[in-house]
């Protein structure tokens, strides 16, 4: 019986010391993981991959005062992704086709975080992702071909029990209208109304957050038609 307790403290030693880290997008599933954790009295590095000058910066501020509001450590990371990028993979500016989101997701987030992960030592990490949100997550946990652990606590939950969950919580500027809730935290080339014959709804919104950002979706959209 003492040689069971014995083992049972070092594994439970072993998983608090064990490097964990959460991946943050400011969005409201990454928030909903981030207050289920703090509520658990877990506090890992809060892992953020932002794509540089296609971000909001009222949502970049929303996540660094999020952060020192709820007292835990912030990352930031720039990707490969930028304006000039964009420029030279046009696939990637405003893409309708599901299949190309998911590998810009693949490139600017995913990849990234495994990167990083690796680099420093980080041995578990936490997504928000869910099922009801289209996201494809077999188990709640994975084990990667690294010995890293991926892990999806609220991978069942509803998008009405997230809501719930985190209604209390002020979320990022981008959710005080309906077309940011629409639209989420992604940047500025992704967004789920795409262009018509005059300016879209997605483009009226990115007017509407930032001018210069405003300025730049026009430049790759003639970008975009010009290689169409």
Not at 9 to 32: C, E, P, Q
Not at 41 to 53: E, M, Q, T
Not at 187 to 206: C, H, L, R
Request: charged share 25%.
């Amino acid at each position: 019986m003492e040689l069971v307790l014995k083992i049972l403290i070092r594994l439970k030693v072993k998983f608090i010391m064990t490097n964990k880290l959460v991946a943050f997008s400011g969005g409201k599933d990454s928030v909903a993981i981030s207050q289920y954790l703090i509520n658990k009295n877990i506090k890992p590095l809060h892992l953020c991959v932002l794509c540089k000058g296609l971000e909001y910066p009222s949502h970049i501020k929303y996540v660094e005062d999020y952060c020192s509001a709820y007292n835990v450590d912030l990352k930031i990371v720039y990707s490969k992704v930028n304006f000039d990028w964009l420029l030279k993979n046009t696939k990637y500016i405003f893409p309708s086709s599901s299949k190309i989101k998911s590998r810009f997701f693949q490139i600017n987030q995913q990849d990234n975080i495994k990167r990083y992960s690796e680099n420093y030592n980080f041995d578990v990490i936490y997504f928000g992702r869910r099922l009801a949100d289209g996201n494809s997550i077999k188990s709640e946990y994975y084990k990667l071909a690294n010995n890293k652990i991926q892990s999806f606590p609220l991978r069942s939950w509803s998008n009405d029990k997230t809501n719930e969950y985190i209604k209390n919580v002020d979320l990022s500027p981008i959710y005080e209208t309906e077309r940011g809730r629409v639209r989420g935290t992604h940047p500025v080339n992704i967004a789920n109304t795409y262009f018509d014959d005059g300016i879209s709804e997605a483009m009226k919104f990115i007017k509407l957050m930032d001018s210069d950002l405003y300025t730049k979706a026009i430049k790759l959209a003639k970008r975009k038609k010009e290689n169409a």
